[in-house]
């Protein structure tokens, strides 16, 4: 992680319909994230790790009713995870 980026953690795979999901990555406080949509296709042909370094400015505000969860599991995966294991 460089000073111009900010770590997050993955939180969530919100599957949109058959063929697309939504990775989730926030901010350990849950305010902020970054949503990546990727084929189920794709998801099989690419890896997924637990934590990302993103530039702040590729960051969205997270509706309030998430912040409180995401900032659950990315405690959870910091916990538990090194941002490149493979989950």
Do not use: C, I
């Not at 993955?10 to 058959?18: F, G, K």
């Not at 949503?35 to 990302?52: E, H, I, K, P």
């Not at 702040?56 to 998430?66: F, H, I, S, T, W």
């Amino acid at each position: 992680m460089s000073d111009e980026t900010v770590r997050v953690w993955l939180v969530a795979r919100e599957y949109e319909h058959e063929d697309m999901v939504t990775l989730v990555y926030a901010t350990p406080d849950g305010q902020r994230a970054v949503f990546q949509q990727r084929s189920t296709r794709m998801l099989f042909d690419s890896t997924v790790t637990a934590g990302l370094d993103v530039e702040p400015d590729r960051l969205e505000a997270v509706d309030p009713e998430d912040r409180e969860r995401y900032a659950t599991e990315a405690e959870r995966m910091a916990e538990r995870h090194d941002p490149d294991d493979e989950v």
